[in-house]
């Protein structure tokens, strides 16, 4: 089974641009959810999803947003970009609603300029 | 408010030494409780869980943890390291009113020959 698959690996961006990233969960896994991942902070949590519903929401500001699809790939995305937004985003599936074991996917490294 | 703390930032080990990494929650109710191992240029995977049950268990790759309610601990350990062992190792919680991993900063594990 393929696992939890993103894109694009490495992005560069200007401060005030706004960037998407995408998220593939494994087959058959209908909860995704996001992580920020900086030297400084360590990993946060920015969100989940299931059955294309926000369910939670980490201490974020509204800069960043989220959704997932019918087919439960999600995307994330950061609008006025921010110095302070380099990091890099994971993002983790899980099998089901109740289900609190998670599988992260490789993450986009995201350097702001 | 809830926290989780890794005791140890940097451990270096000689090979075949044993490892003892320290996590503690600071979580109210019900806790689900999670080692992940980030390697070199890899995705961070799942060393092992904790739902219920056996406070002891059993993870891959000759790692196990034990779980005292009464400290709030959730220890990592391994009676000999090898070098392949190298890697970046986080404690995470989740509750059972969500689904949110919260982590700890992570401790870096350096084993040389």
């Known amino acids: 089974k393929a696992g939890v698959t993103q894109t694009p690996r490495y992005l560069i961006k200007t401060r005030g641009q706004q960037v998407t990233l995408s998220c593939s969960p494994i087959?058959?896994?209908?909860?995704v959810s996001w992580y920020q991942q900086t030297p400084g902070q360590g990993l946060q949590f920015l969100f989940e999803?299931?059955?294309?519903?926000?369910?939670n929401k980490g201490n974020f500001p509204g800069r960043f947003s989220g959704r997932q699809f019918s087919n439960s790939r999600s995307e994330m995305n950061v609008s006025t970009l921010e110095l302070g937004d380099s990091a890099l985003y994971l993002c983790?599936?899980?099998?089901?609603?109740?289900?609190?074991?998670?599988?992260f996917g490789p993450g986009t490294r995201l350097t702001v300029t | 408010a809830q926290s989780v703390s890794q005791h140890n930032h940097h451990v270096i080990l000689s090979e075949a030494a044993s490892l003892e990494l320290g996590c503690n929650y600071s979580y109210g109710g019900t806790v689900n409780l999670f080692w992940y191992v980030q390697y070199p240029g890899q995705h961070l995977q799942l060393l092992l869980k904790y739902f219920s049950g056996d406070p002891l268990v059993k993870g891959i790759k000759g790692f196990e943890a034990e779980f005292i309610k009464s400290k709030f601990s959730f220890n990592l350990r391994k009676p000999s390291v090898q070098w392949s062992d190298t890697a970046e190792y986080f404690c995470a919680v989740t509750s059972n009113s969500g689904y949110a991993l919260n982590f700890g900063k992570g401790t870096s594990l350096l084993v040389t020959p």
């Open positions: 983790a599936s899980s099998p089901s609603q109740g289900s609190h074991e998670q599988y």
């Open positions: 999803y299931f059955s294309e519903t926000q369910r």
């Open positions: 087959s058959g896994h209908r909860s």
